[in-house]
C-alpha cells in the first residue's frame, strides 16, 4: 500500500549535552576531547552517509519499545552484542552490529521537513540571509582530494549544495546507480581524436575570455569542466560501472536503487572518495507506516549488512565512517490512519566504523519515546563528531567571500562516547 506524504515533503533534495561525565586533571573526558580540536589523529578517512529523507521512525528501527503502547507492529530482535535489540525489519545488520553504534537520544529542534532537513544536513538552523554548505561539502573542503574521483559524490538524489565553500566542493551527482554516465563519454560519432581536439580549443577559448572578463562564475564552470574532463580520462572511473561484477555480488546488496547505490558506495571509498551521500526517500509515513517500514527494511537490510560485512572483511571499516540520518523521528502514538507523523522531539542515529566503538548504544528514551531520557544530543553534534573522526578541528571559521566568517559546525561537540 502506498503511504500519503504531507503536503509540504518532497523527496530531492535541543536539549543540551549532559554536563557529566568522568574527568581528568578536573576536566570531563568530554571537554577534554573537544578541547583536542584536530590536533589528533584521525580515525577516519571517508564517509559513506545514508540520507532517508522524510523522517525515520526511531521506534520502528533502533528504537523499539516493546510491550508499550507505542511499540506498533513490529517485534524487537536480539543483535550480534547481548543486551541489544533492533527492530525486527533488520534482521541481517542485526548481526552486525559488533561493529556498530546507535544514538537514541538526539534532540530535534524542527518539526517541518524543510528546516529539520537544513540542520540534519548543514549543523545550522536556516536563515533567510545566508545558505550553508552540507557536511559532504565541509568535508572536502578541510581535507585533500584521493585519486581521480570527485571527492564528493551524491547518489539517487541530489546533496546539499556547497554555497560559500565553492564549485569545488559541490557533489557529483549519480542518478542511476551501477550505469555509466553518457555524459562522461564523447557523443556517438565523435572519435576520441577528434574529441579531445575539441576540448582543447574549447580551453583555449575559455583562457582567452577569463583573462579578459574575470568572474566566479566562470571560474566555478571553468572548474566543473577540468573536473569533468579529467574524471572522464581516469580509469578509474570503473567504479560508477557495476555491469561487470559478477551478479552474485550485485544480488547479495539487493537487485535495486539502494544496494546498487550501497554497492557503489564502496567501491567508491576503494577509490579514493572521501564523502559519499546514498539518498532514499519514501520515509514520511503519515499513514501505512508499518508496510511502507516493512518494505524499507527488505531493501536497506541487505546492503546495509554487506556494506558492513565487506568493508570490515577488507579492513577498509576501520577507516570508513557509515551514518544514517533522517530530519526527524515520527510519532510514538500511532495516528487513525496507522501512520505516525512529524516527531523532532527524540530520534536515533545509526553509525559504524571510522573509529568510533561498535557494540554500543549512546543515550536512551523514555519509556514511550518521545524526548530524551538521559544523554541528550543536539544535532550539530553528529557534525562535530563527524569531523573529529576524519581529524578536521570542528571549530574552525572559514571567510565566505563576503568576507563573513562562518563556522564549519554551528555548536555542539563530538559525542565522546562513539571514540572511547
Not at 168 to 192: N, S, T
Not at 218 to 246: G, K, N, W, Y
Not at 300 to 329: N, Y
Amino acid at each position: 500500500m502506498k503511504t500519503k506524504p504531507c503536503a509540504g515533503y518532497q523527496f530531492s533534495r535541543r536539549a543540551l549535552l549532559g554536563a557529566g561525565g568522568a574527568t581528568l586533571l578536573g576536566m570531563s573526558v568530554r571537554n577534554l576531547l573537544a578541547e583536542a580540536g584536530k590536533d589528533h589523529k584521525p580515525t577516519a578517512e571517508h564517509v559513506i552517509l545514508f540520507w532517508n529523507g522524510g523522517g525515520m521512525s526511531h521506534i520502528d528501527t533502533f528504537d523499539p519499545k516493546p510491550g508499550r503502547p507505542t511499540q506498533g507492529e513490529f517485534q524487537p530482535i536480539d543483535t550480534s552484542v547481548p543486551g541489544i535489540a533492533i527492530s525486527e525489519i533488520f534482521p541481517l545488520l542485526a548481526k552486525q552490529m559488533h561493529h556498530c553504534a546507535i544514538i537514541r537520544s538526539i534532540a530535534g529542534q524542527n518539526g517541518d521537513h524543510g528546516r529539520a532537513t537544513y540542520q540534519l544536513q548543514t549543523s545550522y538552523n536556516q536563515s533567510g540571509n545566508v545558505r550553508h554548505p552540507g557536511i559532504g561539502s565541509v568535508v572536502v573542503h578541510e581535507l585533500p582530494k584521493l585519486g581521480d574521483l570527485p571527492a564528493f559524490v551524491s547518489i539517487s538524489g541530489q546533496a546539499r549544495g556547497a554555497s560559500y565553500l565553492g564549485q569545488r566542493c559541490e557533489a557529483y551527482y549519480v542518478g542511476q546507480p551501477g550505469e555509466k554516465d553518457p555524459y562522461l563519454a564523447f557523443p556517438a560519432g565523435i572519435a576520441e581524436v577528434r574529441g579531445n581536439k575539441r576540448l582543447e580549443i574549447l580551453s583555449r577559448v575559455n583562457q582567452r575570455y577569463a583573462s579578459r572578463f574575470p568572474s566566479e562564475k566562470f571560474d566555478a564552470t571553468s572548474t566543473a569542466v577540468d573536473e569533468a574532463v579529467a574524471l572522464m580520462r581516469s580509469p578509474a572511473l570503473e567504479a560508477f560501472d557495476l555491469r561487470s561484477l559478477d551478479q552474485r555480488i550485485v544480488e547479495r546488496y539487493g537487485e535495486t536503487a539502494f544496494g546498487r547505490g550501497a554497492l557503489m558506495a564502496k567501491r567508491l571509498v576503494e577509490n579514493g572518495v572521501r564523502f559519499v551521500q546514498v539518498n532514499r526517500g519514501g520515509f514520511d509515513t503519515h499513514s501505512n507506516n508499518f508496510p511502507a517500514m516493512r518494505n524499507h527494511g527488505e531493501t536497506m537490510d541487505p546492503a546495509l549488512a554487506a556494506l558492513i560485512e565487506d568493508l570490515a572483511a577488507s579492513g577498509l571499516l576501520e577507516k570508513t565512517l557509515v551514518v544514517m540520518l533522517s530530519e526527524f523521528g515520527r510519532t510514538p502514538r500511532i495516528n487513525p490512519d496507522a501512520g505516525r507523523d512529524h516527531h523532532p522531539g527524540v530520534f536515533s542515529c545509526f553509525m559504524a566504523g571510522g573509529g568510533i566503538r561498535g557494540g554500543q548504544v549512546i543515550g536512551s528514551s523514555d519509556e514511550d519515546g518521545y524526548r530524551p531520557k538521559d544523554r541528550p544530543v543536539e544535532v550539530p553534534s553528529i557534525h562535530a563528531s563527524i569531523c573529529h573522526a576524519l581529524g578536521i578541528d570542528y571549530r574552525k571559521e572559514v571567510m565566505t567571500p563576503l568576507q563573513r566568517p562562518m563556522k564549519l559546525v554551528e555548536g555542539g561537540e563530538p559525542v565522546s562516547e562513539l571514540f572511547a
